[in-house]
């Protein structure tokens, strides 16, 4: 039985994703200060592909750097063929957030919409009590 992962000077290598059509997909993109994660889902919100920075090689501080995102974006896009227009969903604040949505234009997808779902507090959390002495 081969194993899944080898081990290389050049970094870390999985098995190739399985090749699939779709027309229109949605692609969400998180972005934190750690980490970037791109999933690519269809119209029903069925997870296709995904990728992160850690799953393409990157470790600890590298992780959180635009070209980190890139690549995971590229991984993320690869298994997908014939794809025509996508809408991109993006959340958090991270570095990653403007590479991954770069290579998505250049990739020849069309970008129907760009939505901005990150998380923003109403009205913040409540604040500790006054001191009393």
């Known amino acids: 039985m081969p194993k899944p992962y080898r081990f290389r000077k050049i970094g870390l290598y999985r098995r190739r994703k399985k090749i699939r059509q779709i027309g229109k997909a949605v692609i969400h993109i998180q972005a934190s200060f750690n980490n970037t994660i791109v999933t690519v889902t269809d119209m029903t919100g069925e997870v296709i592909s995904w990728s ?3 799953t393409c090689g990157f470790k ?3 992780k959180k750097t635009a070209f980190a995102a890139h690549t995971t974006a590229r ?3 690869r298994p997908i063929q014939g794809m025509q ?6 959340k958090g604040s991270g570095r990653g957030r403007d590479a991954a949505l770069r290579v998505i234009q250049r990739s020849g997808i069309r970008v129907t919409c760009v939505q901005d779902i990150s998380p923003m507090p ?3 959390c409540r604040p500790p009590t006054k001191r009393r002495i």
Request: aromatic content about 0%; proline content about 0%; charged content about 30%.
């Open 52 to 54: 992160s920075a850690g």
């Open 60 to 62: 600890s501080r590298k």
């Open 75 to 77: 991984d993320a896009i």
């Open 85 to 90: 227009e996508a809408a991109v969903k993006l």
């Open 122 to 124: 109403h009205n913040g």
